[in-house]
């Protein structure tokens, strides 16, 4: 597989994309949780790349291979906490819009777990790596070379 384009290609987009990722760095969510969000959505929306990548940064933050091959099929699954259920539903009712918008019973359950803050910056993630998955599925970025920051 070849990239069509990088991109680096059209850099204040990218500083764009890139600045909505610094400020979910600082937001208060936990990196953890925001990196199964974004891994889900990305397996939800088939973008190689960018399951590669959060599988990877996961991996790096000390998440098990158990918790990250049953990712899939979380509903069936009992390794994630109700919080983490929480947000992976609503990540899937997001992803999923057009067969039928948010359900209320989603928007309300997650009052349980997050407060208006947090479940305000989760939909911003959403949004965020479907951005991110949209460009790295249709310019063609190719998996398998990236490699998560180390720690300091």
Known sequence: MQPRIN??????GYKALLGLEQYLASCGLDRKLLNLVKLRASQ?????????????DLRAEGETEQRLYGLDAWRESPYYTDRERSALEWTEAVMLITHGHVPDSVFESMHVHFNEKELADLTLAIATINAWNRMAISLRAVPGEYRPATKQ
């Open 44 to 56: 939800v929306n088939g973008c190689a790349y960018c399951i590669d990548m959060h599988w990877k």
């Open 7 to 12: 991109v680096s290609i059209v850099p204040g």
